[in-house]
């Protein structure tokens, strides 16, 4: 099996995964209750810091390894095709880096989760519509007041024609506090008649 060099199989058995893609409200859901207008937010597993799943993410964000995300996001996109919350799925979107960020790090971690779950789900992934157009600090260290001021506005819209009246699937790799999402969200809501969706590869 050609994805058996990536990620064992019984690491993938193994996976904490969450489920919550069957449920309408959720642990994810909910973080964005009064905050923007989901239709539906998922994340694939769970991990603990200091987890086996944390050191995999942590390959596939900063140790170049592309093919990790590439390859959970097969295994995300067909778990989602069983839930019908996310079979009227027209476009996926990756979380955009921007250009000084990606360049560092060779590529987008979430873009390879959605170039995988594209794959699966048969869907067109979009990547020139939503772009980040102000290079922010890490989030990482950050309180969930700081994360949004780090975010606000950072994003924008080129082309959004192609958006109208789709249901757009948002892809991050790993969701805390969910600011960079709803930032995405809210510029993305912009657009006439779009629903967004949230689906996380996982929730820290």
Not at 133 to 140: A, G, L, P, R
């Amino acid at each position: 099996m050609k994805g058996e060099k990536v990620i064992c199989t019984s690491c993938l058995f193994q996976l904490p995964k969450t489920n919550f893609h069957f449920q309408k409200d959720n642990p994810i859901s909910e973080i964005f209750i009064g905050r923007v207008n989901i239709t539906n937010a998922t994340a694939f597993f769970t991990f603990n810091k200091g987890s086996r799943y944390q050191k995999l993410i942590h390959k596939l964000k900063y140790n170049r390894q592309a093919e990790i995300g590439i390859e959970l996001g097969k295994h995300f996109g067909n778990t989602l095709m069983n839930s019908e919350y996310y079979r009227d799925i027209d476009v996926i979107i990756p979380v955009p880096l921007h250009p000084k960020k990606k360049k560092a790090r060779t590529y987008n971690q979430a873009e390879m989760i959605a170039k995988g779950m594209a794959e699966t789900m048969n869907i067109e992934m979009i990547v020139d519509v939503l772009v980040r157009n102000i290079h922010s600090e890490s989030q990482t260290k950050k309180d969930k007041i700081e994360r949004w001021l780090n975010v606000e506005n950072i994003f924008a819209l080129k082309s959004s024609e192609k958006l109208k009246n789709k249901h757009v699937l948002l892809v991050d790799d790993v969701i805390t506090t969910g600011a960079t999402l709803e930032a995405c969200a809210q510029k993305l809501l912009e657009i006439d008649h779009i629903k967004v969706s949230i689906a996380c590869l996982a929730q820290a």
